[in-house]
């Protein structure tokens, strides 16, 4: 299965402890050079605003700044939020990405907005955005093939006409969106597995062929850390289980910190709860743990590829990982 199967990478450009937060945005770039020497299939950056813990809030400026560092690995959004912006806008920055970067720029597009009430009040945008979802994501598509109505004699230069592959980010309702627009579902984590199985039958069952996807195209995301013992690759994982149990517990979303520090922490009892809890779940372990376990990941969600998400404070290590990863998909082909 993973000889069939694309493997591609997701950067948020988290920041760490004690590294301003430009490093972040440094470090994408860097590993995204890394992905393409790996033989990763694509490479793609996120949206968050006013999230403390991550420096990656203008995805398609970031996006550029991959692309120009790397020449062949494809470049994309993992997602740009489409409640967050008028589709117009996407439409002539993804044109503009298109245009310098031809047959490699990746349109990943999410229905989420602000992390916090104050952050959708500064966005101008509200929860009942998002359930435009559908709504903007096709008039989005219209502005690029030229098929848009509600604008007459309105047209987004330079994208109109362009063949920019767009996905649908999903974690569950979504899928349907994806199908009824015959675009390509990109869906996480690998943790929820039932209900990410679900999502997927509703997708390939519900899906109707388009101009951009014939048929139904899955690619699953989630956590995958490899090292040399099972040990090691679980430390991996500390620091991003901290930064989310924090975040349940105080509201902010923390920076990186470095694993042997948070498990020296005393941790309340609530604490303690979402942290192990945040562990549990992630494809992690030896090569051969790792192997076997995306092997049943594959089969079990009949993915076309696997985006992988992993984030940790301890940078070497992450390449490290990615590095096994890729031998891993080497030794199977």
């Given at each position: 299965?993973?000889?069939?199967?694309?493997?591609?990478?997701?950067?948020?450009?988290?920041?760490?402890?004690?590294?301003?937060?430009?490093?972040?945005?440094?470090?994408?770039?860097?590993?995204?050079?890394?992905?393409?020497?790996?033989?990763?299939?694509?490479?793609?950056?996120?949206?968050?605003?006013?999230?403390?813990?991550?420096?990656?809030s203008?995805?398609?400026?970031?996006?550029?700044?991959?692309?120009?560092?790397?020449?062949?690995?494809?470049?994309?959004?993992?997602?740009?939020?489409?409640?967050?912006?008028?589709?117009?806008?996407?439409?002539?920055?993804?044109?503009?990405?298109?245009?310098?970067?031809?047959?490699?720029?990746?349109?990943?597009?999410?229905?989420?907005?602000?992390?916090?009430d104050?952050?959708?009040?500064?966005?101008?945008?509200?929860?009942?955005d998002?359930?435009?979802?559908?709504g903007?994501?096709?008039?989005?598509?219209?502005?690029?093939?030229?098929?848009?109505?509600?604008?007459?004699r309105?047209?987004?230069?330079?994208?109109?006409?362009?063949?920019?592959?767009?996905?649908?980010?999903?974690?569950?309702?979504?899928?349907?969106?994806?199908?009824?627009?015959?675009?390509?579902?990109?869906?996480?984590?690998?943790?929820?597995?039932?209900?990410?199985?679900?999502?997927?039958?509703?997708?390939?069952?519900?899906?109707?062929?388009?101009?951009?996807?014939?048929?139904?195209?899955?690619?699953?995301?989630?956590?995958?850390?490899?090292?040399?013992?099972?040990?090691?690759?679980?430390?991996?994982?500390?620091?991003?289980?901290?930064?989310?149990?924090?975040?349940?517990?105080?509201?902010?979303?923390?920076?990186?910190?470095?694993?042997?520090?948070?498990?020296?922490?005393t941790?309340?009892?609530?604490?303690?709860e979402?942290?192990?809890?945040?562990?549990?779940?992630?494809?992690?372990?030896?090569?051969?743990?790792?192997?076997?376990?995306?092997?049943?990941?594959?089969?079990?969600?009949?993915?076309?590829?696997?985006?992988?998400?992993?984030?940790?404070?301890?940078?070497?290590?992450?390449?490290?990982?990615?590095?096994?990863?890729?031998?891993?998909?080497?030794?199977?082909?």
């Amino acid at each position: 299965m993973i000889a069939s199967t694309r493997f591609s990478l997701l950067d948020r450009s988290r920041t760490r402890e004690g590294h301003e937060a430009s490093r972040a945005l440094r470090d994408t770039v860097d590993l995204a050079r890394e992905a393409e020497a790996l033989g990763f299939h694509r490479f793609w950056v996120s949206e968050h605003h006013g999230v403390p813990g991550v420096a990656g809030s203008a995805p398609t400026v970031l996006a550029a700044a991959v692309a120009a560092a790397t020449s062949t690995i494809r470049v994309g959004t993992g997602g740009v939020m489409l409640p967050n912006h008028r589709p117009l806008v996407v439409a002539e920055q993804f044109g503009v990405l298109a245009s310098l970067f031809p047959g490699r720029i990746d349109m990943g597009l999410g229905r989420s907005v602000g992390f916090t009430d104050g952050v959708r009040r500064a966005l101008g945008h509200g929860k009942e955005d998002a359930e435009d979802f559908p709504g903007r994501l096709a008039e989005l598509l219209g502005w690029i093939d030229g098929t848009q109505q509600a604008h007459p004699r309105v047209h987004a230069h330079p994208a109109e006409g362009l063949r920019i592959p767009a996905y649908v980010l999903a974690i569950g309702e979504g899928a349907s969106v994806a199908a009824a627009a015959g675009l390509p579902l990109v869906i996480g984590d690998l943790r929820g597995r039932e209900k990410v199985l679900r999502a997927i039958e509703v997708y390939r069952r519900d899906f109707r062929p388009s101009a951009r996807a014939e048929r139904p195209e899955v690619i699953v995301a989630g956590t995958v850390a490899a090292a040399a013992t099972e040990e090691a690759a679980r430390r991996l994982l500390v620091p991003e289980a901290w930064a989310m149990a924090y975040s349940r517990t105080h509201g902010d979303f923390p920076p990186l910190a470095p694993a042997e520090v948070i498990e020296r922490r005393t941790m309340t009892a609530k604490e303690r709860e979402l942290y192990e809890r945040g562990l549990d779940g992630h494809i992690h372990g030896t090569e051969e743990q790792v192997a076997e376990q995306l092997e049943r990941a594959i089969k079990e969600t009949g993915a076309d590829e696997v985006l992988v998400t992993t984030s940790t404070y301890d940078r070497e290590a992450l390449v490290d990982s990615l590095r096994r990863l890729a031998g891993i998909v080497q030794r199977a082909s």
